[in-house]
């Protein structure tokens, strides 16, 4: 991850933070939410958007289980009706900004727009037929997408055994034995 997360406040364990003023107009913990749903390499960065956003806040910030209902400010966070938060979100991404990732985010986003299109169900064999294709444009873009990262992580001189999910998934661990 780009940043470290403890249980000690984020301007204490990454100073530099206090240089960028969006970062200073929202709580703490809710900058660690940043970090956790945005980082590239964040331990729910395989997940769509909108559930990235959703377990991070349960799982770290705002409630205790997935039962627990959040307050209407959390809720509004969430569907991207708070400025101030939007604001550092959008710096956040700016600090980590990567032309590669940004080229794989846009596979990924057109990769996941194909398969909610594959999810409905098929009127005729002419929409089965085409479904069928669908999914031959799914695995090609999979594959795709999976050399180009081979290739940005060679390029950058790191090998998929070096950037592996557990590295990630420790500063999340980390935190969440901290909050108890």
Known sequence: MLYRITDKPIFETNPELSQIPEFASVADKILKWIFIVYDWEGPYRKLPPKKRREIAAHKMLFSDNKRTKFDKYVYKMLDGDIP?????????????????????????????????????????????????????????????????????????????????????????????????
């Open 84 to 180: 101030e938060v939007n604001m550092a979100i959008a710096a956040f991404m700016e600090t980590q900004y990567d032309e590669d990732r940004e080229t794989i985010e846009a596979l990924e986003e057109g990769i996941r727009d194909l398969r909610r299109m594959m999810g409905k169900e098929a009127k005729d064999f002419k929409d089965a037929k085409a479904k069928a294709e669908l999914g031959k444009k799914i695995r090609e873009l999979t594959e795709e997408k999976k050399k180009l990262e081979e290739i940005f992580q060679f390029r950058d001189g790191v090998t998929a055994d070096e950037d592996d999910l557990d590295r990630s998934e420790s500063v999340l661990d980390e935190y969440m034995e901290n909050e108890d």
